[in-house]
Antibody, heavy 120, light 112 residues
């Protein structure tokens, strides 16, 4: 059974940093592309970042709204993916979901999400 | 970015009924590899989104055959027949043909 468990959310001040973690199991993590998708309270879904596998040189892509502030990374030995979020803004307030891609299938599985609240 | 327009925003339904949700893209979703990367998700109240349909018309593992997807190019439809209580929630379409992946704004399926 595929499992994705996000941790690391919380209440932070604007301008601060936070690192999210996603622990995974139930699939071959090392050759799976992983994403973060977020959802602001009461709003729709927004893709945030993607990290490809070692066969794609761990290429990372970002939404324009977070480029230069967020960094996605992975540890294949721990089957974990991370999202380092710097210079947080009010508009980054959202539930952040860890998701995975299968070939030709985007966001096949989702975690339960972790809430990040940026407020002074 | 590719704009995904879903209609309607809200969709009242009676249990056992049939409904359709439309999703239109601002440009063709046919990829250079010949595939069309248009997917459908359901977010039930208080839950994470879950994949229903991938690449226009393929039901994901465990998805009942009451759900069907169709369409091509820029115009796509999700049809739900014999609606059950567990089908209620917000439906989203997603395109992953063009970077970045973009979602529709959602269609809320609710009881009449």
């Amino acid at each position: 059974e595929v499992q994705l468990v996000e941790t690391g959310g919380g209440l932070v001040r604007p301008g601060s940093s936070l690192k999210l973690s996603c622990a995974t199991s139930g699939f071959t993590f090392s050759n799976t592309w992983m994403n973060w998708v977020r959802q602001a309270p009461g709003k729709g879904l927004e893709w945030v970042a993607l990290i490809k596998d070692k066969y794609s040189n761990y290429e990372a892509n970002y939404a324009e709204s977070v480029k230069g502030r967020f960094t996605i990374s992975r540890d294949d030995s721990k089957s974990r993916v991370y999202l380092q979020m710097n210079t947080l803004r009010d508009q980054d307030t959202a539930t952040y979901y860890c998701t995975l891609n299968y070939p030709g299938i985007t966001f096949a599985y989702w975690g339960q999400g972790t809430l990040v609240t940026v407020s002074s | 970015d590719v704009l995904m327009t879903q209609t309607p925003v809200s969709l009242p339904v009676s249990l056992g009924g049939q409904v359709s949700i439309s999703c239109r893209s601002s440009q063709s979703l046919v990829h250079s590899d010949g595939n069309t990367y248009l997917h459908w998700y359901l977010q039930k109240p208080g839950q994470s989104p879950q994949l229903l349909i991938y690449r226009v018309s393929n039901r994901f593992s465990g998805v009942p055959d009451r759900f069907s997807g169709s369409g091509s190019g820029t115009d796509f439809t999700l049809k739900i027949s014999r609606v059950e209580p567990e089908d209620l929630g917000v439906y989203y379409c997603l395109q992953s043909t063009h970077f970045p992946d973009t979602f529709g704004a959602g269609t809320k399926l609710e009881l009449k």
